[in-house]
Nanobody, 121 residues
């Protein structure tokens, strides 16, 4: 599976962005998908995940109620809708695919190249 993330940009605090991650290959619908982020000088952290059918989603506490992960298996795409953005959300955001279903990076086998999100105060 090859992943291509897009949709990042510069936004003011309180604004919104929607990230997309397009996948190649016929097996996309069989993978659990996740979004991670990495801020400068910090380790990569889990943001949100969704199971292969889209029926189960999970989030890190800091984004609950603000971010929504979804997927469209017909389009081989997973999304991350980010609302009420805060400066601390500034990071490079990565999408990932894996057979596991969790918040650990090692559970994901395939990674996109990342898209920069910058939130100004």
């Amino acid at each position: 599976v090859q992943l291509q993330a897009s949709g990042g940009g510069l936004v003011q605090a309180g604004g919104s962005l929607r990230l997309s991650c397009a996948a190649s290959g016929r097996t996309f619908s069989t993978y659990n998908m996740g979004w991670f982020r990495q801020a400068p000088g910090k380790e990569r952290e889990f943001v949100a995940g969704i199971n292969w059918r889209g029926g189960s989603t999970y989030y890190t506490d800091s984004v609950k109620g603000r971010f929504t992960i979804s997927r469209d298996n017909a389009k081989n795409t997973v999304y991350l809708q980010m609302n009420s953005l805060k400066p601390e959300d500034t990071a490079i955001y990565y999408c990932a695919a894996g057979r596991g279903a969790g918040a650990q990076a090692y559970e994901y086998n395939f990674w996109g190249q990342g898209t920069q999100v910058t939130v100004s105060s």
